[in-house]
T-cell receptor
Framework: GQNIDQPTEMTATEGAIVQINCTYQ??????LFWYQQHAGEAPTFLSY??LDGLEEKGRFSSFLSRSKGYSYLLLKELQMKDSASYLC??????????WGAGTKLIIKP | GAVVSQHPSWVICKSGTSVKIECRSL??????MFWYRQFPKQSLMLMAT?????????EQGVEKDKFLINHASLTLSTLTVTSAHPEDSSFYIC?????????????FGPGTRLTVL
């Protein structure tokens, strides 16, 4: 079967670093996505990993380990505007996105 | 990135009426469009996948006669919620993809918030 799991909520301090983990199980895999979603808005694309390793993009980095079915999103130098839900999703063998429930990130001053 | 628009942004309707939501890809041709529903504090739930010129593929548990999807052109897909009821109140989001396979980024519309009284 297929499933994907991420923490429901995390809290971090402005200026700090936070890592949001995502684990998944699937027989067919075509990459893992991270999206950011502010309340009441549609998701916006952050990153895509299909090979193992770390992809860095400014303050955000995403890591993938296909053998472990594991990914994380690393956010550095946190800003108040980073308060949002972060959704991980993997693309299955049918190129369909399977979504996690999202991690609500709360940034405190 | 590519732009996807949705109209209306929000709609309030009476129970029993039908509501049509439009999803447009503004600067690219979308061979595939997806319709999602998101209830408060929950993740995106895929309702259906539509390819231009063919019938939509509905996810298990989604009534195709209630949620009518039309993807008549490469830039427009519509979702009609027929005989809407309060339990249909939700945030409906469409996304569009240019390619037919492989990794193609999905571009999301801004969403439509439907409230059924």
């Amino acid at each position: 079967g297929q499933n994907i799991d991420q923490p429901t909520e995390m809290t971090a301090t402005e200026g700090a670093i936070v890592q949001i983990n995502c684990t998944y199980q699937t027989s067919g895999f075509n990459g893992l996505f991270w999206y950011q979603q502010h309340a009441g808005e549609a998701p916006t694309f952050l990153s895509y990993n299909v090979l193992d390793g770390l992809e860095e993009k400014g303050r955000f980095s995403s890591f993938l380990s296909r053998s472990k079915g594991y990914s994380y999103l690393l956010l550095k130098e946190l800003q108040m505007k980073d308060s949002a839900s972060y959704l991980c999703a993997f693309m299955d063998s049918n190129y369909q996105l399977i979504w996690g429930a999202g991690t609500k990130l709360i940034i405190k001053p | 990135g590519a732009v996807v628009s949705q109209h209306p942004s929000w709609v309030i309707c009476k129970s029993g009426t039908s509501v049509k939501i439009e999803c447009r890809s503004l600067d690219f041709q979308a061979t595939t469009m997806f319709w999602y529903r998101q209830f408060p504090k929950q993740s995106l739930m895929l309702m259906a996948t539509s390819n231009e010129g063919s019938k939509a593929t509905y996810e298990q548990g989604v009534e195709k006669d209630k949620f009518l999807i039309n993807h008549a052109s490469l830039t427009l897909s519509t979702l009609t919620v027929t005989s809407a009821h309060p339990e249909d109140s939700s945030f409906y989001i469409c996304s569009a993809r240019a390619g037919t396979g492989g990794w193609e980024e999905q571009f999301f519309g801004p969403g439509t918030r439907l409230t059924v009284l």
